[in-house]
Nanobody, 117 residues
């Protein structure tokens, strides 16, 4: 089992910045992917950005150039720096951990990000 604890959500004006953090604990394997997904009201959950244990990243087109994902592997923590936020970025953001060995997947409890216009 892997536990994920998220922090950093909140309310910000359009054009502002927020930084999300997610700390993983438990049965952490070296080969994994951590990342962020989001779900807006009435919409499906969608990928925002992910980063592998080797440092490879993948971003949704909607956030490229504005969001940056990074990780501290020693602390099993992933970060999402969100700049130039837009009202359409408003959603619940969920941390995700995927074990490469058996593809087991874990989710955080979610943190609300609200961007006002």
């Amino acid at each position: 089992q892997v536990q994920l604890v998220e922090s950093g959500g909140g309310l910000v004006q359009a054009g502002g910045s927020l930084r999300l953090s997610c700390a993983a604990s438990g049965n952490i394997v070296n080969s994994n992917t951590m990342g962020w997904y989001r779900q807006a009201p009435g919409k499906q959950r969608e990928l925002v950005a992910v980063i592998t244990s080797a440092g490879s990243t993948n971003y949704a087109d909607a956030v490229k150039g504005r969001f940056t994902i990074s990780r501290d592997s020693a602390e099993n923590t992933v970060y999402l720096q969100m700049n130039s936020l837009k009202p359409e970025d408003t959603a619940v953001y969920y941390c995700n951990f995927r074990n490469h060995w058996d593809s087991s997947t874990y989710w955080g409890q979610g943190t609300q990000v609200t961007v006002s216009s």
